[in-house]
């Protein structure tokens, strides 16, 4: 290589590095910053479809951009690098990026359900109740609050994880692996559960355990970007009350925006509605959630200690000056 | 390059999503301390192992057989060219529905991936091979077993030698979708859980383990084709080894 | 003992033979010269039975060949050797029954014949063009092969060593008493090696057969000081 080629090259990798920094959003300051939704397409994000879909954006003097992703983690990521935000997530993924040190504020619960998550099993592989799991082999998603779900359902039914095989698969695949019997259950979040039954029919059962795991599905936003938009955030929260209030006093409306958007069939909906709630609120009982699970997360070696205060990441301004 | 790694992550204003070389590289020591890294490689490599043997295989078979056999090309040949563009990813529904969640099924996904270079590549060198050789053989009195082995396969070398590396590479690539689904060890898995943890640093040094045995298998590879395969190098080959 | 019967053969579009009748007795050298893409190959592959006729008949002692067979020997110019076999594994290639010591004896033998004995076990890589084409010449005639058909063998060799490969495949016919067709660019080559000469002029599908009136065996130089040599190469020289 030619001197003048050796730096030729060394400037153009050092233009490339320079400018991937630059390539960080920064807030714009023009009025009527249109807000950029990383939203998951689940039912568990009832309150940001119905914003939308009926207008309540609109209503409350916000422009919202949607842009659709398959998981809350994913879209955590995108608030995270700069190319949305807002985030809807369970606290899964805001645990683990608590302890990572990422800098996000929770400005919203919008889901909570103590049922979210249940167990479907081969009821022909000699499983009649929990105990029965017991060397069995049980489908999770690994790394997800599914796994935390299902740490718990053993736990409370005195199995230890160590009991059972774990074998992770993606929620689609596990109802695929229990069809074929290489699994003996899975444990994960609707619509999977139901699936997984109407494939199998009379083969398969559902066990329940309400109230031994929360689900919560979360609005996240960069401090940043909350703190240059507090007009545009509070129209946001506003806009979700709007859309709680409209779940509430049309819950087939509701199932039906929601199914026609996330094209799960409305029965299937209907099946699980009763178990789920869609306040707009945000309390200390997300930190005690968070803090379950990020020990969980230490003991398990996914993360290393210390788990934060988890408080600090709750911002509750929103949610209070919100009217009702 | 390290040095600019380093500029940039201290100047990158993401948090702790563009970690230091340094907290990769105690991710790395972590990791192996466990005894996490060991098992982790263990299972990868049997996995892109076990797929490129079977893989390689039977890309060199069915890439001899339609590179010889006009009928045989015209029934499998575009069959394969549909299918070769099939990302590995889109597969894993199908295959645990056949095949399970176990290893084998994941020994048929990267399977599926190596076959298609080697397979094309065979294809190609066997057609290609100067028939001043097959006649020179048959006149000789060669048997077509003769003529497969002795003669056409090592005369197409070059070029299946080239579609077998080329899959090298490819098997690792496969992982990706190998250890999506069913798996509890291997690199991709724990990148996988490192990502949902947002351990980008573990992520990272992941990422460097499956490059250095990607690297390293093929530096194995090709040692192992010099050794076994001397007159390879030498001067006045009759095709130069271009890859597919 | 070769005998060509109304020979027709064409490429798609373009005729290169039509009723070629013409025979080759027992051991005797031919020569065959033209211009290139007159066919001269062609005529090999026809007679090898690689390329089969669209019309007329070979027969090779009494026989129509129609594939290609041990009784006849192939050797071509730069494609001579098979890479990744040593030159013993090349002279013994044609034995079907593998490698007995007698085979190997044999084989041995061949290479000593053709001046390369301490070289067995060399790659071809390893050899200078002379030495492949002598291996070629050993490989071909550990089948003892009736006929032996030669497409420029040489034509890639410097003046000596040509030289002393025609010397060698000379002694060897004479030994063996094998037929040889040779194809060839290099008209002192086909007077010195052979008995006749087809030149396959351009412009038609004719053959003329011309009779190298020299005894055998043959020097080179003295030849050349022949009178008749030179009328013999012009009249070749204006059939091209």
Redesign the interface.
Known sequence: MTKSRVIATVTL??LI??S??FL?KQPDSSPNHEIILAENASPLSTLTIIAHEKGFFKQAGVDVKVSRFTSG?LALDAV???AADIATVAET?IM??G?????FRVIATTFLSGNACKVVVRSDHGIAKPSDLKGKKI?TF???NAEFFTKRFLESNNLKVSDVT?????P??MV??LT?G??DAYMVWEPFIYNGKAALGDRAAIFEAPGIYTTTFNIVAKPDFLQAYPKETAAFIQALRLASRFALEHPTDAMATVGNYTNIPVPTLEAVWKDYTFPVTLDDNLVKFLTEQANW?IET???KPPAPDYRKYLDGDFVRSARH | MLSLWVIASHFADKGRLFPTPWEVAAALSDMLVTGELVRDVVASARRALVGFVVGGTLGILMGYATGRNRLLDDSFGSLFQMLRPLPPISLVPLLILWLGINEPAKYVLVSFGVFFPVWINTHQGTRAVDPRYIWMAQSLGASRQKLAFEVILPAALPMIVSGLRTSIGVAFFCLVAAELAGAMDGVVFRMNLSQLAFRVDRLIAGLLVLGSISLISDTLFVRFINVAFPWLNGPGNAHDAKSA | MIKVDSLSFSYPGEAIFDGLTTSIDSGEIVSVVGPSGRGKSTLLLLLAGILKPSAGNIEIDGVTRSVASQEIGLVFQDVALFLWKSVIGNVLFGRRAGASPATRARANSLIASVGLTGHEHKLPSQLSGGMQQRVALARVLANDPRVVLMDEPFGSLDTRTRWAMQDLVLSLQCERNFTIVLVTHDIDEAIYLSHRIFALPKDTDRLEEVVVPFPKPRIREGIMREPGYATLRNRLLELQ
């Not at chain 1, 302890?99 to 800098?103: H, K, N």
Request: glycine fraction near 12%; charge should be negative; avoid cysteine.
């Open positions: 990798f050092l590095a320079t991937a920094i960080f983690k995270l690098g700069g993924p683990f990026a302890i990572a040190g990422q800098d489908g690994a790394g997800t774990i074998v992770n698969l993606t689609t695949d695929i692996a074929k290489d699994i997360a070696d996914k993360v």
